[in-house]
């Protein structure tokens, strides 16, 4: 192989990518393109281009599927959810990491145990046993049932990061009179960023997205909704209207588009923090 | 590293500390997982529907249901196994393919990769209503286009091509996430090893099967290790593609536990049923673990 040949390999890839991916990508076009036709249209030729644009189906589904109060149930799950498994997991994840006694070990075991347990395998009595809590028809319940489910990924990342820190620091923040919750908040709990920004996105990304949970919690209340709930009944009661289908997915993955174009580069570190370390 | 100490208290006082920190992710572990799951253990040898107070001890009966009389589950084994079996296979190779492409220093491999991790982000249920769409509407209008009989095939509608639908639309969704983790492990192979390989007279074929693969082994058995897990309890992506049908054809075993407990009030049958389901994921991972350690070598 001459050397000029070499050199025109990654041109010829690249055209091949580039095709890869327009194909990859064409589901998503034709949803944008079908989602500002209208009925007659869509009718007609779903992969013609719309002959004019018309923004009347998102009104249409922006109204019938109650889309700022179930924009903001999904948020409070989702701030809940978060939040709660930051805290949380980052505690423990920092203590089961300095405290190198076997009771730490031992807890340690259980917490990330349920990693592999299926969700499928105890939804049945969890929805009994948040029933017993009023957790259901509730949205921050909701929101509460997650910290259970997302600790034992979220401390697993913080034990494996806070292994890394240095003692000294502690030590000296102790010798100089520095308490033990002021340690964690003002010392520690900053060091922790990068896994923090991981955690935070990875998993407000799947509770945003989580379909199963809320439809067996939340799912018997029309006020409760969260998104990804009212998109399934709107779309299942507009079965032949595909433009308000159309829509409606759009304005359902806006918000998880935003979060991702800007966190982009922790959720690509978080998953590979976590497949490395797993 | 904590200076021993024969401090009593001292002691007391640290072992304060560390239940203030981790009690209450225990508790909540207990609470929403642990205790859930053990009750789904208890009520698997019992009949309950789930709304009456009382319950009623049957032993296994349950159990043998479900090996001996319920066509449906057997049916939901068989896909489940099917379709993790051809996810995990296509999924892994075309992502490890494509890395392996996009690691070749090509331009714009930061938009490519964007590109590729897209339909993760959109949720599973909207995803199955995207595709939806297509089998039904977008497929019709090519067959008109193109008069080819294969889009004029029932791609939601005939059971066997809608299992081969379920998977192509699941390794669609899911590429983006194993691209991103094989980018990362190729990333990590050093070059001057790759130099020296190449240096020895291997060829790219004889360098990716002998140095790169050897190297990655790690990334693999964590997709092999996280495929493997999502495929076996699919449940959204199917919940509304298809919601199981036609008939029963593409229901997996999650449908099947939502349907028994939710739809038929059928709590102690559908506990049996999630029981089956972790023994079966548990051993599977279980088996991965043992087949990956053995292979994995420290770089």
Not at chain 1, 87 to 115: E, H
Not at chain 1, 145 to 163: D, E, T
Not at chain 1, 224 to 243: C, D, I, P, R, V
């Amino acid at each position: 192989m001459t050397l000029k040949q070499e050199k025109q390999i990654p041109t010829v890839i690249f055209v091949l990518m580039l095709f890869i991916v327009f194909l990859y990508m064409l589901p998503l076009v034709i949803m944008i393109l079908n989602s500002v036709k209208n009925y007659d249209e869509i009718m007609k030729n779903v992969l013609a281009l719309p002959e004019h644009l018309s923004f009347k189906n998102f009104a249409v589904v922006f109204k019938d599927m109650n889309y700022p109060l179930t924009f903001f149930n999904t948020f409070v799950v989702t701030l809940t959810g978060t939040v709660g498994i930051v805290i949380f997991g980052s505690m423990a994840g920092y203590k089961m990491a300095r405290v190198k006694t076997r009771y730490s070990q031992l807890s340690f075991l259980y917490c990330i145990t349920p990693m592999m347990v299926p969700f499928q395998s105890f939804m049945i009595t969890l929805v009994v046993i948040a029933k017993k809590f009023h957790l259901t028809n509730n949205v921050p319940g909701l929101g509460i049932i997650y910290w259970g489910l997302g600790i034992p990924m979220a401390l697993f990342l913080y034990q494996g990061f806070a292994k890394t820190i240095p003692y000294e620091l502690e030590e000296s923040a102790i010798m100089e009179g520095c308490s033990q919750p002021r340690l964690f908040l003002q010392i520690i709990f900053p060091l922790l960023k990068s896994v923090t920004a991981s955690v935070i996105v990875v998993n407000a990304m799947w509770i945003w997205n989580d379909f199963l949970l809320p439809l067996l919690v939340v799912g018997g209340s029309k006020e409760k909704k969260t998104l990804q709930l009212a998109a399934y009944s709107f779309m299942g009661q507009y079965k032949s209207e595909w433009q308000n289908i159309m829509a409606a997915a759009i304005l359902i993955i806006i918000p998880a588009l935003i979060i991702y174009l800007i966190f982009q580069k922790n959720i690509i570190k978080g998953l590979v923090a976590g497949a490395v370390k797993g | 590293m904590i200076p021993a100490t024969t401090n009593k208290r001292r002691n007391i006082k640290e072992l304060k500390e560390f239940v203030c920190y981790v009690f209450p992710a225990v508790l909540l572990i207990t609470v929403f997982v642990s205790i859930p799951f053990l009750m789904c253990i208890y009520n698997s040898f019992r009949k309950w529907n789930g709304i009456s107070k009382t319950t009623k001890f049957i032993g296994l009966k349950n159990y043998r249901k479900l090996f001996t009389d319920d066509p449906t589950f057997l049916h939901a084994l068989g896909f489940t196994f099917l379709y993790a079996v051809c996810v995990v296979i296509i999924i892994n190779i075309t992502a490890l393919l494509l890395a392996v492409l996009l690691e070749s220093n090509i331009k714009g491999k930061g938009f490519f990769r964007a590109a590729f991790y897209i339909p993760n982000i959109i949720s599973l249920v909207v995803i199955g209503f995207i595709w939806k769409f297509i089998c039904i509407r977008v497929f019709d209008q090519l067959a008109v286009i193109t008069n080819d009989p294969f889009w004029q095939q029932s791609w939601l509608g005939d059971p066997n091509l809608a299992v081969v639908t379920t998977i192509f639309v699941s390794v669609w969704q899911g590429l983006g996430f194993y691209l991103i983790i094989y980018i990362a492990g190729l990333q990590s192979v050093p070059g001057d090893l790759m130099e020296a390989a190449r240096i020895d007279g291997a060829g790219t074929f004889r360098r990716f099967f002998s140095v790169t693969l050897p190297m990655i082994m790690p990334s693999i058995s964590f997709c092999m290790f996280y495929s493997v897990a999502n495929s076996m309890k699919m449940f959204e992506l199917i919940f509304s593609l298809t919601g199981g049908g036609p008939g029963v054809a593409t229901t997996p075993i999650a449908l099947d536990i939502y349907n028994t407990a939710f739809n038929n009030n059928n709590f102690g049958y559908g506990s049996a049923k999630s029981v089956v389901l972790f023994i079966i994921v548990c051993t599977i991972s279980v088996i991965q673990v043992r087949f990956f350690k053995s292979r994995e070598i420290e770089a």
